[in-house]
């Protein structure tokens, strides 16, 4: 008997980067493949090839043996096989009822008056595909996270899936809801459909996975059966070979504390956080995508309100309300998006750089002939590449922009940078350089740290003196990374989740 | 870089009109190497002069009435009124928001300097009352959209149903007659009989205003926070209070407008400054301030002040309509910004 799905040789460039390279995958009826790898290792560029996102380069897909028309191959068409993504709530008007959010696209073919009584039979039928009460009355937004997810399987199977495919199911559910996803998925295999399942818990693979498949670098890695998969043989499998740590020995003697945390509280921190970033200190904060990285740095810099903690600047207490206050007491924060969050695209490369200096003098009038010596400097000194002064920050290389970004908080003399992934989208030269700032950073002060945020762990194992790991909203390790390797790291990371929960 | 200057060379190409070029030149001057920040480019002020200078032409070929001292004194004082509440127009539309209550504003700070007036004898405290009544009326607006987060657009139709409304009601909706001569003064004086007072307060406010955009560090959070307020509080700009301040200056200048019309026609209006608002963003926008804020030019908003006092004067001694005014004030906006988006999706 043919398999459900076969995928071969897929393959997949962007811009001339490889980001697949002749993968092939494979599924059968009835069964749960679980997909692994780390950010950027191709998983989502195979689901999205599979969904029709995109197109593959070369290779070919087969469904029940049939070999797809890829020329023609769309969102629609990949649906119209059968081949349905498992959306994270992105699907559901949260004030329409389950319902009419069912009905959608009833609502969406159909013209004239809506009869209700269509719109609820429908309901009926949709929600009879799975073993779950959900009340079709029920405003979306009132159910909990746990009925949204079982809401979405439910109108992936009304699409008459023969694949579904799930990115991360679990990652906003309770242990107890995840229980009850589990059931679903049991009752789904017992249907001879296949499903696809991408997850960052590695206990799932064997508590749900048939198969799983791992992939690095774009590249597949392996396909094993979960039984006899070893899961320190899978972490290994997904990071690849033990790279032995390039830390170059800094020879810096770290003497007090510049800041300080303690019991850090904030909405979006499961538990309080406590921390010191040593004088001349490169503070490496690690984890994975949604282990609360970014919402630390956010909360430490008066970005989101603290509800409760205390915050230690040179052992004297401080008091950080706003970007504001943070910036005056010379704190600088460079955030993961920086064309959102960082620059004002459409102001030249000056009036960025200028921006901090500026917030930080008093009176009306300023020197706009200091400006310029300053700023000129500061674009000499980093070497960034602009047209002009005045040319618009838009214009600029993604290398470039952190550059301006990271002038901006060197214009304004402070003395803790937060770095939030400050390499993202940076090409492998321009990262060189901005480690040298870095660098150069602490070396030119006395009284001056940083805190490097990155889920990049090469360069967090490169760059920094120590590393601390967050997973699920806390703090789970500290480690130094002279003697860290990449794989224990991952495994803090990955483990931490399990732990919290 | 040779993106920068496909930018500038793409967009000479299509041309709908007089007014449509004018729109091009100025953002091919802006688009590029220059931010905007500074004074008008060289490209944008020509071309903007040029239109003018066309308009004047043709509306001189038409009305032998046009070129009168008259006539180009009418210009003059209409585009003083414009002019000033523009200004304050611009900084709000820089940062980003937009006022809609400057006409009513303007005529409830005329009515409340006019009944001081009318009660105390008190000249500069008439005068002072009427600002300072502008500016609380801004600050209100201010405070809604700063503290409270009301979308600017809503927070000043607000404010301009509640200005309107307590002109009419504070003056029993009659005008205030027997001004002081000072307040004639303003609206009508003449400085060694040559310079009228109305245009030397328009210069000094457009001084002001250039320094206030390129020289001050409240200017410069202005641009900051139009072309993006999250990098902008992040860099540690005080967002809030810039914000406040921005619309505390356009109910000022509103409130100070007012005077000078009050003095030129020598009485209050409680109906006043009917449309001015749109005027005003006229101005603005056909100066080239882009809606969206951070980019655009003070200087360039008093052309575009002289611009549409222009064509409304035109329109009167061409003897068209006045109801048609606002139909053309309403469709030169609209052209100038869907000008402006067309070239933007491009």
């Not at chain 1, 092939?24 to 997909?35: I, K, N, R, S, T």
């Not at chain 1, 023969?162 to 309770?174: G, K, N």
């Not at chain 1, 499903?195 to 396909?223: F, P, W």
């Not at chain 2, 600002?131 to 409270?148: C, N, Q, W």
């Amino acid at each position: 008997m043919a398999k459900l799905l076969t995928m071969e040789g897929m393959t997949k460039s962007f811009f001339g980067v490889k980001v697949l390279k002749d993968v092939d995958f494979d599924l059968e009826y009835g069964e749960v493949h679980v997909l692994l790898g780390e950010n950027g290792a191709g998983k989502s560029t195979l689901m999205k090839i599979l969904s029709g996102a995109y197109q593959t380069d070369s290779g070919s897909i087969s469904l029940n043996g049939d070999k797809l028309n890829l020329s023609s191959y769309d969102p629609k068409t990949a649906e119209d096989h059968g081949i349905v993504t498992v959306y994270q709530n992105f699907h559901l008007i949260p004030h329409l009822s389950v319902a009419e959010n069912l009905a959608m696209p009833i609502f969406t073919r159909e013209r004239g008056l809506i009869r209700w009584k269509d719109v609820y039979v429908h309901a009926d039928e949709v929600l009879d595909k799975i073993n779950y009460e959900i009340d079709p009355r029920a405003r979306v937004r009132d159910l909990p996270v746990s009925q949204k997810q079982m809401l979405e399987i439910a109108i992936a199977l009304s699409k008459n899936a023969q694949v579904l495919i799930m990115d991360e199911p679990t990652a906003a559910l309770s242990r107890n809801e995840t229980e009850i996803l589990f059931q679903a998925i049991a009752d789904i295999k017992a249907r001879n459909i296949g499903i696809i399942y991408i997850s960052h818990k590695l206990e799932e693979v064997k508590q749900i996975g048939d198969r799983v498949t791992v992939l690095r670098d774009g590249t597949k890695i392996a396909t094993l059966a979960s039984k006899e998969a070893n899961l320190d043989e899978i972490v290994r499998l997904m990071i690849g070979k033990e790279l032995s740590s390039s830390q170059q020995a800094r020879e810096v003697s770290f003497d007090g504390d510049l800041f300080r945390v303690e019991g850090l509280m904030s909405t979006y921190l499961s538990a309080p956080i406590s921390f010191a970033v040593r004088k001349k200190e490169i503070l490496g904060i690690t984890g994975l995508v949604g282990s609360g990285k970014t919402e630390l740095a956010r909360a430490i810099f008066g970005v989101d309100r603290l509800s409760g903690g205390s915050v230690y600047l040179e052992e004297h207490p401080v008091h950080i309300d706003s970007p504001e206050t943070a910036v005056k007491l010379g704190l600088g924060y460079l955030p993961e998006d920086r064309d959102s969050d960082g620059l004002c695209l459409n102001l030249g490369v000056k009036e960025n750089i200028s921006m901090v200096l500026l917030s930080k003098l008093k009176g009306l009038l300023f020197s706009t002939a200091s400006e310029k010596r300053t700023v000129s400097r500061i674009v000499q000194s980093m070497d960034i590449k602009a047209a002009g002064l005045s040319q618009q920050v838009k214009y600029l290389s993604g290398g470039n922009k952190q550059k301006v970004v990271f002038g901006k908080w060197l214009s304004g003399g402070c003395t803790l940078l937060i770095l939030d992934e400050p390499t993202i989208g940076i090409d492998v030269g321009a990262r060189g350089e901005i480690y040298s700032l870095i660098r150069e950073f602490v070396a030119e002060g006395e009284d001056r740290a940083v805190i490097f945020i990155s889920s990049d762990i090469p360069e967090i194992l490169d760059v920094t003196d120590r590393i601390l790991v967050m997973s699920g909203g806390s703090l789970v390790a500290e480690l130094d990374p002279k003697g860290a390797t990449k794989q224990e790291i991952m495994q803090h990371s990955l483990r931490g989740r399990r732990a919290v929960e | 870089m040779k993106q920068v200057e496909s930018d500038q060379t793409s967009g000479t190409s299509s041309s709908t009109g007089a007014l449509f070029d004018i729109k091009q030149l100025r953002s091919n001057g802006t688009a590029g190497v220059s931010s905007g920040i500074r004074g008008l480019s060289r490209n944008q002020g020509v071309s903007m002069l040029v239109i003018l200078g066309v308009l004047w032409l043709v509306l001189g070929l038409l009305s032998p009435y046009f070129f009168t001292v008259d006539n180009i004194m009418e210009i003059t004082l209409q585009t003083a009124v414009i002019a000033i509440i523009a200004a304050g127009e611009t900084f709000v539309i820089l940062s980003g928001g937009i006022d809609l209550s400057v006409g009513a504003v303007f005529a409830c700070s005329a009515v409340v300097g006019g009944l001081v007036l009318e009660s105390t004898g008190n000249l500069p405290l008439a005068l002072a009352a009427t600002v300072s009544f502008g500016a609380l009326l801004g600050l209100t607006s201010g405070l809604l959209i700063a503290k409270l987060y009301v979308p600017p657009f809503i927070a000043t139709l607000g404010m301009m149903g509640v200005a309107r409304g307590l002109a009419l009601i504070l003056s029993s909706g009659i005008p205030i007659y027997g001004l002081d001569e000072g307040y004639k003064f303003i609206g009508q004086g003449k400085l060694f009989d040559v310079i009228p007072v109305p245009t030397l307060i328009v210069l000094l406010v457009y001084i002001l205003g250039y320094i206030l955009a390129n020289r001050t560090r409240f200017g410069r959070f202005v641009y900051a926070i139009g072309s993006n307020s999250e990098a902008a509080r992040l860099s540690g700009i005080n967002v809030t209070r810039v914000t406040i301040g921005v619309y505390v200056m356009s109910g000022f200048l509103a409130g100070l407008a007012s005077i000078i019309e009050a003095g030129r026609l020598g009485i209050v209006q409680p109906a006043g400054g009917n449309g001015y608002e749109l005027l005003a963003i006229g101005a603005v926008v056909i100066g080239g301030t882009s809606l969206f804020g951070g980019e655009g030019s003070i200087i360039a908003t008093l052309i575009g002040a002289i611009i549409v006092t222009t064509i409304r004067n035109g329109l009167n001694i061409l003897g068209v309509n006045a109801f048609w005014q606002y139909v053309v004030n309403g469709t030169v906006i609209i052209t100038a910004i869907a000008v402006d988006q067309y070239r933007r999706r491009r």
